[in-house]
């Protein structure tokens, strides 16, 4: 039975966890999305649920001239639910339609949910694979699956589902998240994966039509893979290879992996005869609170990107009592610089902010909470610090030049977030004594990046001012701040 509690003259229905939207449910997810926009936390510029929670990017693509966003979403609750895949399409990444539910998990070999994946165009369709969730009370059992969208937009599942099914030898039942990519004229599938002794792999398969798929082995990684690995992602950069994986269980370190769950790239080359990733350079991708499951594509004319979770892991957050939780990071342009992989925000967005204005000031006030805030910091005290907010409402960006340190410290904000896993987040610098910051503000999305995404910190911070913000350097600050102009979404 459905339990209703009431609040704010809207009646929340309660759900089962593995419950499929169906017909019934319409005109409650329309009401449901009336009552979200009152939410005073959204962004301008930053996609995000418009009912219910909202996890990994999913089947990111550049097809028939626009960009397919796809995205894990339980539309009845803002928490981990049942997982269907939402849509939204765009052909600037500025201006978006909301396509709502892509794949609703109504099959008896996904009772569990449909779970990321990437896709794959071939012959005028992109192909959605994504893991066909399936739990028994024995455990898991892993099946991959694909649907077929067609130009005009249409999905179709496969009628050859599940098209991996099951586990090969030595592997546990926890096996997602399927990553497809053409290489020498053979498809490839990248799946995560947790083995029999609770170690995280990247498991390999091959397939010449998309449908059948053969196993292929382990690809060997040198890294810790943590007990779990999930959403594998491989794309070309300026020639190399890059592979970026997500890993559970990672132990802290002072200045990596501070979060529940991490993301971290690898820079060299993917050996696919003999299974083994040559590293170059290898580090955590973002440094934030709120970052991971990303998924790198392909965008407009080939350009390599990426798109990220704007969460992570299990959090309460302030607008669970608005019926929405998280979002998606922007969409970023990858580059290498001297091996390090760099993610910055994509050209189309950045032009947005516009009108920019020039400021040589200890401290400015914002017109609004979305903007683009750009300047340098150089060493001339051992430890500076900016504050965003209001009075004693506000987060900082610090830089310890001594320690090669740089943070984000959350402990002034009046509403505190999901503080039980820490107040800060650290990361080692780049050796510099000079940084060019860019910081962008979309209410409650915040992303920080350091000499053009070098190092970068996602997170949210909820402040009680959401108008405009005081910044305040401590220091006659050169730089520029633009605003958001578009009407997105
Ligand atoms: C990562 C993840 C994936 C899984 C999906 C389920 O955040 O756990 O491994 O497919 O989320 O929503």
Redesign the pocket.
Same mark, same amino acid.
């Given at each position: 039975m459905n339990k209703i509690i009431y609040k704010n003259k809207m009646e929340f229905q309660k759900f089962e966890t593995y419950t499929y939207v169906e017909d019934k449910h319409v005109s409650y997810l329309k009401q449901l999305e009336d009552f979200v926009q009152k939410s005073s936390f959204l962004p301008h510029y930053h996609l995000y649920p418009k009912t219910g929670l909202m !996890? @990994?990017p999913n089947g990111l693509a550049y097809f028939n001239k626009q960009y397919q966003f796809f995205y894990?979403w339980f539309p009845l609750e803002p928490h981990?639910g049942m997982?269907h895949w939402g849509h939204y399409k765009s052909s600037d990444l500025v201006h978006w339609e909301d396509k709502k539910i892509a794949l609703i998990p109504d099959e008896e070999y996904e009772k569990n *949910?449909c #779970? $990321? *994946?990437n896709s794959i165009e071939k012959d005028g369709l992109l192909y959605l694979f #994504?893991?066909a !969730?399936y739990k028994t009370p024995q455990g898991k059992i892993p099946k991959q699956a694909v649907a077929i969208m067609d130009k005009v937009g249409v999905i179709q599942k496969s009628k050859k589902n599940p098209i991996i099914d099951g586990a090969p030898e030595g592997m546990s039942g926890e096996i997602? @998240?399927p990553f497809v990519f053409k290489r020498d004229g053979s498809y490839y599938m990248l799946l *995560?994966a947790k083995d029999e002794h609770e170690v995280g792999q990247l498991l390999l398969y091959t397939s010449q039509d998309l449908i059948d798929w053969v196993y292929q082995g382990i690809i060997s990684l040198p890294i810790d893979k943590g007990y779990m690995l999930?959403?594998p992602s491989l794309i070309q950069v300026e020639g190399k290879d890059v592979l970026i994986v $997500?890993v559970m269980g990672l132990e802290k370190e002072e200045t990596r992996y501070q979060n529940q769950?991490s993301t971290i790239y690898l820079v060299g080359k993917l050996d696919i005869s003999n299974k083994v990733f040559y590293e170059e350079y290898s580090d955590e991708v973002d440094s934030g609170f709120d970052f #991971?499951?990303s998924q790198a594509f392909y965008g407009k004319n080939n350009v390599p990107m990426m798109v990220a979770?704007f969460g992570c892991g299990q959090q309460e957050l302030p607008s669970d009592k608005d019926m929405w939780k998280h979002g998606l990071t922007m969409p970023y342009e990858l580059k290498l610089k001297q091996n390090r992989l760099t993610h910055f925000v994509a050209s189309e967005l950045l032009e947005q902010f516009k009108k920019k204005q020039s400021f040589h000031n200890e401290k400015i006030t914002t017109k609004s909470n979305t903007y683009h805030l750009s300047f340098e910091v150089c060493n001339h005290k051992d430890e500076m610090s900016i504050k965003f907010g209001y009075l004693k409402d506000y987060w900082e960006l610090k830089f310890d030049f001594n320690r090669d340190h740089i943070s984000v410290d959350r402990s002034n904000l009046d509403i505190p977030v999901d503080v039980q896993n820490g107040k800060i987040r650290k990361t080692k610098g780049l050796n510099k004594n000079r940084y060019q910051v860019d910081v962008f503000v979309d209410n409650s999305f915040v992303e920080i990046f350091i000499n053009e995404g070098e190092k970068s910190f996602a997170f949210r911070a909820f402040n009680m001012t959401t108008q405009h913000h005081d910044v305040i350097f401590g220091w006659e600050a050169i730089g520029e701040i633009a605003y958001y102009q578009a009407v997105g979404f």
């Open positions: !996890n @990994d894990q981990h997982k *949910g #779970y $990321s *994946g #994504y893991t !969730n997602r @998240d *995560g999930e959403c $997500s769950f #991971y499951a979770w």
